[in-house]
């Protein structure tokens, strides 16, 4: 089980309206777009001052990128390689996968969700955003059900309780690391430690799922 979304078209999603610049760039595009968002907000993010950040021509960014809500995807699209990297199978126990599935969805926000936020005060980036996310159906459904499934494997081999609502557990993560993220971008990072870390939830959360007397031997997953 993967709980990372395929990317459909991923980087070739955005076809280029003009000829080939001289030199690249794209991922000085990319950067640069980012910082724009945090720094000024939506409003700024032309493709004349994106261009003149990244250090490369205007045709550039329209080759890349197409339009201005073709740099926001592909932020989004490109923020999603820090859950790809991400393999439980490869994980050992219950509290490392959860560990390493969230560590990964934690830096997956704190690109997008600025994006997502700063798109909301233009009314051609929101409705292109939206747009985005329906036909490619992304959202936070998707990381919820990535972990929801991930736990109902080990409740099948014994490492979580039976009785714990799987896809409960995956919105309460997720909504966790959501909070955090969004309190530090809206207000500032020292803000957001007035709700618990990521670690503080994942320990109370594992506790919870755990089974009292153990994993319960004989299960097709984890370590014995």
Excluded: C, W
């Excluded at 936070?140 to 309780?161: C, D, M, S, T, W």
């Amino acid at each position: 089980m993967s709980p990372i979304p395929h990317l459909p078209g991923g980087a070739d999603a955005h076809r280029p309206r003009r000829g080939r610049p001289r030199s690249g760039g794209r991922e000085a595009i990319l950067a640069a777009s980012l910082d724009i968002l945090r720094e000024r907000g939506a409003s700024r993010l032309t493709t004349r001052e994106v261009a003149t950040r990244a250090g490369v021509s205007e045709g550039s960014v329209f080759y890349h990128f197409t339009d201005r809500t073709g740099l926001l995807t592909a932020v989004i699209e490109d923020s999603l390689t820090s859950l790809m990297d991400v393999n439980p199978a490869a994980q050992a126990e219950v509290a490392e996968t959860l560990e390493a599935l969230t560590a990964g969805m934690e830096r997956f926000l704190d690109k997008v969700l600025i994006v997502v936020i700063a798109a909301q005060s233009d009314a051609e980036l929101r409705t292109g955003m939206a747009d985005f996310l329906r036909s490619n159906d992304f959202g936070p459904h998707r990381g919820v059900n990535g972990i929801a499934g991930y736990l109902r494997a080990q409740q099948r081999g014994g490492l979580v309780r039976a009785d714990i609502d799987p896809e409960a557990v995956g919105a309460m993560l997720l909504g966790s690391i959501f909070l955090r993220v969004a309190m530090g971008q809206m207000v500032d990072p020292a803000y957001s430690d007035n709700v618990p870390d990521r670690g503080r939830v994942l320990k109370g959360l594992v506790q919870l799922i755990t089974p009292p007397d153990g994993p319960r031997s004989g299960g097709p997953s984890g370590r014995r």
